[in-house]
């Protein structure tokens, strides 16, 4: 069936460090989504990738869709204790719209 | 104002009770959803509302059983609970419309002990 994988499970940097986590998937995507979630609290919306290649940047954060639609990345740079969290990716099943699978998820640790 | 809002926060609970969450959204969605996060995190949808229809049942336990009475409203029952219904059960909403998919808001969570 389709998947989403996420890579690292696990990642721990120092402050200032830059971090960057890979998502992957089975199938090509329409969209695919990223979310933050911190400990103890619940996953929160950063953004939405819909074109193929596409590149969009949040402060520090750097999202990309892969050419073929079946890979994302999210680069922060200089991480801070901020960004501490569990990242996941999300992206629509293909038969089903309104079915969205999660990586994961990625979790990030920053050492101050 | 919240968005999208969960009643209890907390449940502990002994093996064998039955148990409701609750679950409401003001932002005026379409959709629904329920989502069971165990102990590694990983979020599995359990069920989705469209305007109060179930579209989306994965392979749950018919233990757990949906409720919408209203698009606002997506309620979670759960009969005879055992020890592995331990998790957070977070509720969503997002806006659906053709094959366009918005983003989900989540709400705050559920921490469901079972014991």
């Known amino acids: 069936g389709q998947q989403v994988m996420q890579i690292p499970q696990y990642q721990h940097v120092q402050e200032g460090e830059d971090f960057t986590t890979y998502c992957n998937s089975s199938?090509?995507?329409?969209?695919i989504q990223w979310y933050k979630q911190r400990p103890g609290g619940h996953p929160v919306f950063l953004i939405q990738l819909v074109k193929s290649g596409e590149v969009k940047k949040q402060k520090r954060l750097t999202f990309q869709f892969g050419e073929a639609k079946k890979n994302s990345s999210l680069h922060i740079t200089a991480t801070q204790t901020t960004d501490v969290g569990t990242y996941f990716c999300?992206?629509?099943?293909?038969?089903?719209?309104?079915?969205?699978?999660f990586g994961p998820g990625t979790s990030l640790s920053v050492i101050p | 104002d919240t968005a999208v809002s969960q009643t209890p926060k907390y449940l502990v609970t002994q093996m064998g009770n039955d148990k409701s969450i609750k679950c409401e959204q003001n932002l005026g969605h379409d959709t629904m959803y329920w989502y069971k996060q165990d102990s590694k995190k990983f979020l599995k949808i359990m069920f989705s509302?469209?305007?109060?229809?179930?579209?989306i049942n994965e392979t749950v336990p018919n233990r757990f059983s949906p409720k919408s009475p209203d698009k606002a409203h997506l309620n979670l029952h759960i009969n005879s609970l055992e020890l592995g219904d331990s998790a957070v059960y977070f509720c969503a909403s997002s806006h659906v419309a053709g094959n366009s998919y918005n983003e989900q808001f989540f709400g705050p969570g559920t921490r469901l002990t079972v014991l």
């Open positions: 999300a992206g629509p099943r293909k038969t089903s719209y309104d079915k969205v699978i």
């Open positions: 509302y469209n305007n109060k229809e179930l579209i």
């Open positions: 199938t090509t995507l329409s969209n």
